[in-house]
């Protein structure tokens, strides 16, 4: 699924996530989403969000649950 839209993206939606120090290396951490940050309905980098380790980052995939 696109992680540019927001309407995709919940809370307990299992992601991987690129971190703002990540940006350049492309490096994603993987997580459950807390909270959803990006007000818009849709962002070209990716919906920001803050994962259940507190960790914040934009969406580049969503992952099926296990």
Known sequence: MDGRKRAN????TRVNIVMKEDQRT??????YVQDILTNSPNHPHGIKVRLETGEVGRVQ??????
């Open 9 to 12: 993206i919940k809370p307990g």
């Open 26 to 31: 492309g490096y994603l951490t993987e997580g």
């Open 61 to 66: 995939e969503i992952l099926p649950e296990l």
